[in-house]
């Protein structure tokens, strides 16, 4: 039996555990445990795959304040996130459902494995875990967020902050 919530890391919030999309194997409380390995390496790489998301969303349909929220860089992403719940897969994979508040319409999936390996970040698609390092580039935001980053950075920069 799986806890029903764990703390989610850098948030230090509570989130449901779901485990209602897998064949539990008995080994989900494994890489529920694992969560709190997380490194900062594996953050560093969330914010940025978030953040890119979050440029392509605006670029996209050309939005600005305030139907997106002002995000300047990566290391404020995950205040405009909620996340909803975890659903653990085996002994290392975890799949993250957050609502990103640049897209409130839309959940989004993060999928991780171990403690520093960032698989998926984008909208909801209810895979296996296993399918998400497939995912390439375009719908995967965990794929060439540098580039992604270098070319859009500048849309939100002369926004101004809510005071």
Known sequence: MLTENVVFPWLN????????FSDLT?????ALRNMANWTDRLRTALERACFADYLMKIEAIGAQPPTVPVIKCPNEILNHVRVESVRPEGVD?????????WQIDLCHEWC???????????????????????????????????????????????WNSPT
Do not use: K, W
């Open 112 to 158: 991780i494995g171990g403690s520093d390996r960032l698989l998926y970040v984008g909208p909801f698609l209810g895979y296996s875990p296993s399918s998400y390092a497939t995912i390439e580039a375009g719908m995967n935001s965990a794929r060439n967020y540098d580039e992604t980053i270098a070319r859009l950075a500048h849309l939100p920069q002369g």
């Open 13 to 20: 919030v509570p989130v449901q555990v779901d485990s209602s």
């Open 26 to 30: 008995g080994e989900e409380h494994l």
């Open 93 to 101: 994979l975890i799949v993250v459902y957050a609502e990103p508040s």
